[in-house]
Every structure is written in C-alpha cells, then in structure tokens.
C-alpha cells in the first residue's frame, strides 16, 4: 500500500541520521505497529481502532521520555555532586599546597636565624628578650579578650535572666511583649558576642510564634518558652564555665612560658647545645613541609584529571539524552505522520463508497 511505502522511507530516512543511535526502543518496534495497522485495515478494522495502536504506541514513546528524564536528572544530580566533590578535593588542596609553603618559608627562616645565632652568642640574649616580650605582650592581648568576653557572657546569661522575668510578668499579666521583644534584641546581639546564635535560634522561633498570638496567651507556649530559655541559660552557663576554665588554662601556660624564657635568658653559656637540637627541629619541620606540598600538588593533579573525566562522562550522558528524546521525537513525528495518512485514507474510502452507492442508485 502507498501509505506504508512512504512511511517506511521515512523510518529509514530516520534511521540514516544516527548511524551509532543507542536502542530506546528494544520493547516496541515501528515496523510491527505498521504491520498491525495494515493488518487491521486489510481486516476492515473501523478507524478508532486503528488510532488506538498509534495511540498506544505514543503513549510508551512518552513514557519512555518520562522515564528517561528522571534518570537523566539523577545523573545530572550525581554529575554536579561529582563536581563539588572533586572542586572542593581541588581547593583544599591549593590551600594546603599554599599553607605548607607558608610553613616551609617560615621553618627556613627560623633555621638561618638560629645558625646565625649560633655565630653571634650576644644576640641570643636581644632574641630571647625580644621573645620574652611578645610573650607579655601577647597576654596582656589575652587577658583584655578574655575580659570582654567575661563581660559578653554576662551579658547573655542577664538577658536571658530578664527573658524569664519578663515572660513571667505576661503570664500574669503585668508585662507585655514588646519588653519581650526588646530583650530579644539584645540576646540577639549577646549571641554573635559569644559566637552561639545556632543554639539561640530556637528560642527566638519561639517568641515569634508568642508574639504572633496576640492579645491571646496560651500558658502552655508560654511554658514551652519558659523551659527553653532555662535549657538555654543551663546551656550558655555550661559554655561560660568551660571559657573561664580555658582562661586559666591560658594563663597558667602564659605563665609557663615566661619561666622557660626567663631560664633560657639565665642559661646563656648553655646555649649552643640547645640551639643544635632546635636546628634538627626545624630541619624536620622543613622535610615534613616539603613532604606535605608534593602530596598536595599531586592530590590537586589527580583529582583535577578525575574532575577532567566526570565532565567528559557527564557531556556523554547529555549527548546521550540529547539524542535519545531526538529519537523519540522522530518517532512521535513518525506516528503523527501516519496517522494523518490513515485519516485520509479512511475519507477516501469513505467518500468512494458514497459515490458507488449513488452510481447504483442512478442506474
């Protein structure tokens, strides 16, 4: 028949295009559906039935489609997963490699220092003073952070303190939300002092959902808010207990380090023999920075090569879905094409049949 002459050039047509196309299509078959739709007018099938293998054979074009998309977004999820990875391997790396170096440059340094002392015993004394000092120096920074920190915790634990009295006053009536709020304000602030907003971000949630109530109270939000901000304050005092225990930690060493100093000042003709073994040190500390940056240029090379090959898989994976919904589209472009050519046969027939029934008629 004409109409599946032609629309067998059009398969092949289609088929020549992609001459390496991956097989879609190993559950269904054009020429099988071909084969059906001319068994079934060969048969005098009415044309709804007829339609009805297009319209299956659609249906399992599309769902095939749908299928195809969800596989091809998880590949697209794992690709960009890929990339982050292997992105973040590669950063890392840099700032290893650079961090290394700074290190190396730094025991380097101290290296020559320290042979250059070894040649001038008098600066040993200039050094060590210089050291002592930036020893004290450095507590006396300490000690005013380790204040004004004393201070912001505090000032959270106050806060939280008023919180609680203030929420008090609104179950019973004689304070409002708005000296609420204002509170809140500061704990806000108290929390980026202290560096703990994340612990402090439930009880604000939970005076947003207080505050929204309105004139309404229910006692067991409130409640609720009461036994956070306990759990809270328990919280902050827990973390204000171990910054004064660090504080004296932190002293007690600044403290250490001035009597090893100070010995060291005392100890000058002994110098020489302590010098050597902070030489040998450093010479370790230089092979071990050296030993750090080759493996960091060797892990950015490599996971640069694997970053390298994830795209060019992932580029396949894109060309592969490219060209299988193509595929299926030239299918369904197929499918329409003869629809459209069964359609207008079937109006051909059935206007030849009117034209013989009239002729009979006449004669």
Same mark, same amino acid.
């Given at each position: 028949?004409?109409?599946?002459?032609?629309?067998?050039?059009?398969?092949?047509?289609?088929? +020549?295009?992609?001459?390496?196309?991956?097989?879609?299509?190993? #559950?269904?078959?054009? +020429?099988?559906?071909?084969?059906?739709?001319?068994?079934?007018?060969?048969?005098?099938?009415?044309?709804?039935?007829?339609?009805?293998?297009?319209?299956?054979?659609?249906?399992?074009?599309?769902?095939?489609?749908?299928?195809?998309? =969800?596989?091809?977004?998880?590949?697209? %999820?794992?690709?960009?997963?890929?990339?982050?990875?292997?992105?973040?391997?590669?950063?890392?790396?840099?700032?290893?490699?650079?961090?290394?170096?700074?290190?190396?440059?730094?025991?380097?340094?101290?290296?020559?220092?320290?042979?250059?002392?070894?040649?001038?015993?008098?600066?040993?004394?200039?050094?060590? =003073?210089?050291?002592?000092?930036?020893?004290?120096? +450095?507590?006396?920074?300490?000690?005013?952070?380790?204040?004004?920190? @004393?201070?912001?915790?505090?000032?959270?634990?106050?806060?939280?303190?008023?919180?609680?009295?203030?929420?008090?006053?609104?179950?019973?009536?004689?304070?409002?939300?708005?000296?609420?709020?204002?509170?809140?304000?500061?704990?806000?602030?108290?929390?980026?002092?202290?560096?703990?907003?994340?612990?402090?971000?439930?009880?604000?949630?939970?005076?947003? #959902?207080?505050?929204?109530?309105?004139?309404?109270?229910?006692?067991?939000?409130?409640?609720?808010?009461?036994?956070?901000?306990?759990?809270?304050?328990? +919280?902050?005092? %827990?973390?204000? @207990?171990?910054?004064?225990?660090?504080?004296?930690?932190?002293?007690?060493?600044?403290?250490?380090?001035?009597?090893?100093?100070?010995?060291?000042?005392?100890?000058?003709?002994?110098?020489?023999?302590?010098?050597?073994?902070?030489?040998?040190?450093?010479?370790?500390?230089?092979?071990?920075?050296?030993?750090?940056?080759?493996?960091?240029?060797?892990?950015?090379?490599?996971?640069?090569?694997?970053?390298?090959?994830?795209?060019?898989?992932?580029?396949?994976?894109?060309?592969?879905? @490219?060209?299988?919904?193509?595929?299926?589209?030239?299918?369904?472009?197929?499918?329409?094409?003869?629809?459209?050519?069964?359609?207008?046969?079937?109006?051909?027939?059935?206007?030849?049949?009117?034209?013989? #029934?009239?002729?009979?008629?006449?004669?």
């Amino acid at each position: 028949m004409k109409i599946f002459a032609l629309l067998l050039i059009l398969v092949i047509v289609s088929g +020549t295009n992609h001459q390496q196309r991956l097989n879609y299509t190993k #559950q269904r078959s054009i +020429t099988s559906v071909m084969a059906e739709v001319e068994m079934k007018i060969k048969s005098h099938s009415p044309l709804d039935a007829v339609l009805n293998i297009l319209t299956l054979f659609r249906d399992s074009v599309n769902e095939e489609q749908v299928n195809h998309d =969800q596989i091809f977004n998880v590949e697209l %999820n794992e690709c960009q997963s890929e990339y982050d990875f292997r992105n973040a391997e590669i950063q890392n790396s840099k700032n290893t490699f650079r961090d290394s170096n700074v290190q190396l440059n730094t025991c380097q340094y101290s290296k020559q220092r320290t042979i250059d002392q070894q040649q001038i015993n008098q600066q040993q004394e200039n050094t060590f =003073q210089q050291h002592l000092n930036t020893i004290l120096q +450095t507590a006396d920074s300490e000690q005013g952070y380790f204040k004004k920190r @004393n201070r912001q915790y505090e000032d959270s634990l106050n806060s939280i303190e008023e919180a609680l009295t203030i929420l008090e006053g609104i179950s019973f009536g004689y304070r409002s939300f708005s000296e609420l709020s204002k509170v809140s304000q500061r704990m806000l602030q108290t929390s980026f002092d202290i560096n703990k907003t994340s612990i402090y971000a439930p009880i604000f949630n939970a005076f947003i #959902q207080l505050a929204n109530q309105g004139e309404s109270i229910d006692l067991s939000l409130l409640q609720q808010v009461e036994h956070l901000l306990n759990d809270l304050k328990s +919280t902050i005092n %827990n973390a204000y @207990n171990q910054f004064t225990e660090s504080n004296s930690q932190s002293v007690a060493l600044f403290n250490l380090q001035k009597e090893k100093v100070n010995k060291v000042l005392s100890r000058l003709q002994q110098q020489y023999e302590k010098q050597q073994i902070k030489l040998d040190k450093l010479q370790t500390c230089i092979g071990v920075q050296q030993a750090v940056s080759n493996s960091a240029q060797s892990k950015q090379q490599r996971n640069q090569q694997l970053l390298e090959q994830a795209q060019a898989l992932c580029s396949t994976f894109q060309t592969e879905y @490219n060209y299988g919904t193509q595929s299926r589209r030239n299918e369904i472009q197929l499918v329409n094409q003869l629809e459209q050519m069964i359609r207008q046969r079937f109006e051909e027939v059935h206007e030849e049949k009117i034209v013989l #029934q009239f002729a009979k008629l006449k004669y």
